[in-house]
């Protein structure tokens, strides 16, 4: 009797077992849901200040809006917030926070990702007596945006500190990423 239940309870084992794995591979993924993006952002910026603790004293900083890393002439209302997160970490810290909102004077991209400081740069830091500045990008995937955010110091244009952190493209965050006039990014599903 107990060879019985075996034989016969096998069957349904395997029936179940198939069953979920083919379930599981038919199951598709839905939209990203939205976090709260203010911890993500406060907890790089905090790491971005560990970082440069030793090399940076506390004193004026310039804050720019982050790009989109495809038109490093372009932001967008998450580039805008997104910094002024990070700025305000800084600012709570004690440095002096001076506001740019027009990116294209904050830097130019080159070659391998490098980044360079333009010239306007420089004579800002100068003329505020400002020692770095917090720079961003971001990239727009089909599930994710994906930041990196630097300090840079303003006289050799050396990073101090860089922190990468993503986060999912949910409702909010695609509106956010949409430049005026532009449509939303649109879920692309992977399933089956």
Same mark, same amino acid.
């Given at each position: 009797?107990? &060879?019985?239940?075996? +034989?016969?309870?096998?069957? *349904?084992? =395997?029936?179940?077992?198939?069953?979920?794995?083919? #379930?599981?591979?038919?199951?598709?993924?839905?939209?990203?849901?939205?976090?709260?993006?203010?911890?993500?952002?406060?907890?790089?910026?905090?790491?971005?200040?560990?970082? &440069?603790?030793?090399? +940076?004293?506390?004193?004026? *900083?310039? =804050?720019?809006?982050?790009?989109?890393?495809?038109? #490093?002439?372009n932001s967008s209302t998450f580039g805008r917030i997104v910094a002024q997160q990070?700025?305000?970490?800084?600012?709570?810290?004690?440095?002096?926070?001076?506001?740019?909102?027009?990116?294209?004077?904050?830097?130019?991209?080159?070659?391998?990702?490098?980044?360079?400081?333009?010239?306007?740069l420089k004579d800002l830091s100068t003329e505020h007596n400002a020692q770095a500045v917090i720079v961003g990008i971001y990239?727009?995937?089909?599930?994710?945006?994906?930041?990196?955010?630097?300090?840079?110091?303003?006289?050799?244009?050396?990073?101090?500190?860089?922190?990468?952190?993503?986060?999912?493209?949910?409702?909010?965050?695609?509106?956010?990423?949409?430049?005026?006039?532009?449509?939303?990014?649109?879920?692309?599903?992977?399933?089956?």
């Amino acid at each position: 009797m107990k &060879s019985f239940f075996h +034989l016969r309870g096998l069957p *349904l084992f =395997l029936v179940l077992t198939v069953s979920v794995l083919v #379930l599981a591979g038919c199951q598709t993924n839905g939209p990203a849901k939205d976090v709260n993006m203010i911890p993500i952002s406060h907890d790089a910026a905090k790491k971005m200040i560990f970082q &440069s603790k030793d090399r +940076l004293e506390p004193g004026s *900083l310039i =804050l720019a809006s982050f790009a989109d890393i495809d038109n #490093l002439e372009n932001s967008s209302t998450f580039g805008r917030i997104v910094a002024q997160q990070i700025g305000s970490v800084f600012s709570s810290q004690g440095y002096k926070i001076i506001e740019m909102l027009l990116r294209g004077k904050v830097y130019i991209g080159k070659g391998e990702g490098e980044f360079l400081l333009s010239r306007a740069l420089k004579d800002l830091s100068t003329e505020h007596n400002a020692q770095a500045v917090i720079v961003g990008i971001y990239a727009v995937g089909s599930k994710n945006v994906y930041v990196t955010a630097k300090l840079i110091q303003a006289s050799d244009s050396i990073i101090l500190a860089s922190e990468d952190f993503v986060l999912p493209l949910g409702p909010d965050l695609r509106t956010l990423v949409t430049q005026p006039g532009e449509a939303p990014p649109t879920y692309i599903s992977s399933g089956n």
